[in-house]
């Protein structure tokens, strides 16, 4: 790309943003990294007005630790009240996820015994290779990548030899057609209250995100958490998939724009003609393209202006932040659901090519009947 057309992509991307956001949002977006410009915030706090709704946001979008961290700063600028409820969250928050990962730690350790190979992803271990810190993103269970001839074994070991109870009954050979057909499977433990998903697929086909388990396995990587060796996504796959797990929830929750923000920061030596390439043959190229520009709104450290130039070159990526920032991310709970038709449109227009989309397409035809045909074709 040319220095002209560099510009020029630039301008088209900065017209493209969503056109004003309230003060208490931009705020929101400021506190939303582990590492803040600090005049923005004192830009912000004067003009803030209802804190109710900053603070709503903020449980919402799971975002109190982080928030916490950043506004304890401002004691004469921020409501004791607000300060006070967040300091609290974000204890419960740190308290709840060291617990989880010491569990982490012994889920995977007695699995690992017994020949079961496990990748943790999200949770603590998006905490810790992300962020830096563990207390810092809101998390519930741990989710684990299991081979997939290994489901039963897991279930064996998670039940017999440390403690959980699957979520579903079966009888017979029911488990083996649940794993045939599905791509996650909940156990839970009640004192200390846990709960373990082990995964084998990552989404259902009617998605089109093309990155098979078998890749992630080949490519997987060993990092240390607490003097114990754990696999992990290697970096390039782990960005694919945060990125269209955002997207298929049209980053509904700003904590996921911060896990690609931070991911992506914290690993300076991502390749991206590598993360391209991957991409594409994933399927999900425009995904990591509205996940890098969302994770661009937070106004702090610069993402990397190789992976900028290539996300902002995409305008249809632009367009669907635009939508995501006006339409849904700040909507109040009783005024966030979308209806069908336009999750449908919104799914179809972040595939890399229209005809991705037609499994979702079809899939919503059948849920929705005649009146989804009609809106589909105009008749």
């Not at 709840?96 to 690992?112: A, D, G, S």
């Not at 290779?129 to 741990?142: E, I, N, P």
């Not at 989404?203 to 388990?213: E, N, R």
Request: charged fraction near 25%; hydrophobic fraction near 40%; include cysteine.
């Amino acid at each position: 790309m040319t220095e002209m057309e560099t510009l020029q992509s630039e301008v088209e991307w900065t017209e493209s943003l969503p056109s004003t956001l309230r003060v208490e949002a931009a705020l929101l977006f400021s506190t939303a990294q582990t590492t803040v410009k600090r005049q923005n915030i004192s830009d912000l706090l004067p003009n803030v007005d209802d804190w109710s709704w900053f603070e709503r946001q903020t449980l919402k979008h799971g975002l109190s630790a982080l928030v916490h961290r950043h506004l304890s700063n401002y004691n004469d600028e921020v409501p004791d009240s607000l300060l006070q409820n967040l300091e609290q969250q974000a204890r419960q928050v740190a308290f709840h996820n060291m617990r989880q990962t010491q569990e982490l730690l012994r889920v995977t350790k007695v699995l690992e015994a017994n020949d079961i190979p496990v990748i943790p992803f999200k949770g603590p271990a998006l905490a810790l290779w992300g962020y830096g810190d563990v207390s810092l993103r809101t998390f519930g269970d741990l989710d684990l990548l299991v081979p997939y001839e290994l489901i039963l074994d897991a279930r064996q070991c998670l039940e017999q030899d440390l403690g959980y109870a699957s979520h579903k009954t079966f009888v017979d050979g029911e488990a083996q057609t649940f794993v045939d057909t599905g791509m996650g499977w909940e156990f839970i433990r009640e004192r200390p209250r846990s709960v373990v998903e082990i995964h084998w697929s990552f989404f259902f086909d009617i998605y089109p995100f093309a990155l098979q388990p078998g890749e992630v396995w080949e490519r997987h990587v060993t990092r240390i958490v607490g003097g114990q060796p754990v696999r992990s996504f290697d970096t390039t796959d782990m960005l694919l998939y945060l990125s269209y797990h955002g997207l298929k929830h049209r980053f509904g929750a700003l904590k996921w724009v911060v896990d690609v923000r931070e991911w992506v920061l914290s690993h300076p030596e991502i390749t991206w003609s590598v993360v391209w390439k991957r991409a594409e043959e994933a399927r999900c190229l425009r995904a990591v393209h509205v996940a890098l520009l969302m994770a661009d709104l937070p106004q702090g450290k610069p993402l990397p202006d190789e992976a900028l130039r290539e996300a902002r070159s995409d305008d249809r990526a632009a367009k669907l932040v635009k939508q995501i920032v006006d339409g849904w991310l700040f909507a109040e709970p009783e005024n966030s659901q979308t209806e069908t038709f336009e999750d449908v449109w919104f799914h179809v227009r972040s595939c890399d090519r229209l005809v991705h989309g037609i499994p979702f397409v079809w899939h919503y035809m059948k849920l929705g009947g005649q009146s989804f045909v009609q809106r589909l074709t105009g008749n």
